[in-house]
């Protein structure tokens, strides 16, 4: 059983930063990759950024240059560092994991999501 655990959402002025945090518990954190994701009111789950195993990561083309994902392996946490924060970046943020089995699949967990509200 996997839990994701999310912090450090809240409300922001445009222009600034946040840093959400992703607790992990079980087992195989080292090997899964990480992601988060968000959906604003009306549209559809969007992918924020997401890092690998190995440390690759990729960005939704409207955080690119502005948000950073990161991971601690040692802590069992993922991190999403948000600068320069827009009014349209206003969402419900979900932290993902895709933990490998022993079939070869993936398994695809989801955190509670954290409300992220950018004010104007």
């Known amino acids: 059983q996997v839990q994701l655990v999310e912090s450090g959402g809240g409300l922001v002025q445009a222009g600034g930063s946040l840093r959400l945090s992703c607790a992990a518990s079980?087992?195989?954190?080292?090997?899964?990759?990480m992601g988060w994701y968000r959906q604003g009111p009306g549209k559809q789950r969007e992918l924020v950024a997401t890092?690998?195993?190995?440390?690759?990561?990729n960005y939704g083309d409207s955080v690119a240059g502005r948000f950073t994902i990161s991971r601690d392996n040692a802590k069992n946490t993922a991190y999403l560092q948000m600068n320069s924060l827009e009014p349209e970046d206003t969402a419900v943020y979900y932290c993902?994991?895709?933990?490998?089995?022993?079939?070869?699949?993936?398994?695809?967990?989801w955190g509670q999501g954290t409300q992220v509200t950018v004010s104007s």
């Open positions: 890092i690998t195993s190995g440390g690759r990561t």
């Open positions: 993902n994991m895709k933990r490998p089995t022993y079939w070869g699949r993936e398994e695809s967990y």
């Open positions: 079980g087992r195989g954190f080292s090997i899964a990759a």
